[in-house]
């Protein structure tokens, strides 16, 4: 490759980084209904044509946005040791999540609102957000199964219903502290509700830090496509 | 007053709960972002100047359906005994309220689109939707010291963050509700984390019907104002 084509690629990357963070921005502050793909080039100083060469739909950057984040969440369950025999690096990577949600508002407001538009049927990431949280749930009680075959979970502790719980406590969780960051420590909250479904301890040693280095996922471990 | 004017005043009342009614439902399902003030008149058979007579801007049509659904609310929560001493119930109210939620899914998918997008401080509802938590988390916070005091509740329970959980798990097990039915069953997940923070069972005699009979409210005992 060229010094120019790769001058080129790399303009047109950080063109569609750039294009995919103001995205990720006007989704969480107004919804997906609410953003038209013209505020969008506009805030990115481009031509509704010059968007269109990158997404050519407003479905179509919906679905890099929600990639980028899942891409994002799955290298930071990695990093607190998801892969673990025991589970107990899935249950510290929720509270690590946690914690590191609340550097970045913009995203978890995303969240917050297309989840929620996306109940209709008829949206877009409909599907996505079934599949996903059906995915979170399911990977959740895996985690809680591979605690228990180590020995570390409570006894009476039901699961499935665990999972849902502890799902549902990270999104309500979110709804408090974007409204009112001062109103809930999410990271506290998280990690009292995993200590009580635990025999011992969640960290045996110290957390580790919300931003450590990253160590590059594979490509044959990425979520399902976002978008349907 | 005539017979003419009564049938004017009826006639009116039942236009402005259409009204309510066809909004909650845009709001719930696009959002308030994504309503506009024409297709809710186009959806009622009435004129933009008739919907304006009613409801002069879209903020005060937000008002009204949050006042309403609150409204409804707190008449379950007085059903439920909400005024009894040893703050039980509150408690069974939250066990009603999430079997309830079930019959209503707009007005829910409604709560958590608008207190998503409420998060930004520009939202006309922003200021509603943190005093509503606000609210919420007192609320519950002296519900659960009274259920200490009647020596009903667990001796570990942090009756704060009790508060915070449950209040954010009633908001979490909705998204997931909201997308997939079949997913949850909120009602019996609220029971189960309110049975684990007391001493003995949350209903000793037989539970509330969800739609038992509504006594009045009486009027000295609103919420707050909905939208600011």
Redesign the interface.
Known sequence: MSTTTEQGYSTGRARRERIIQVATEHFG???F??TTMLEIAAECDISRAGLSHHFPTKESLLEAVLETRDREDLQRFRRNGSGRADGMGILRGMVDLAAHNTQV?GLI?LY??L??????AGHPA?DY??AR??RI?RGTASALRRVRDAGRLADDV?ID?TA??L???????Q??W???PT??DMAA?MR??LERVLTGPLFDEEPVEADADIEPASDDDQPERAVS
Not at 167 to 173: I, K, R, V
């Open positions: 502050r107004v919804g209904n609410g508002p407001g917050a609102v989840s929620a538009e996306a109940a209709d409909h957000f079934v949280y059906e749930r039901d219903t849902i719980e799902t549902a406590l990270m999104d309500g969780l709804v408090q974007l409204l009112d109103s809930v909250v009292g509700q």
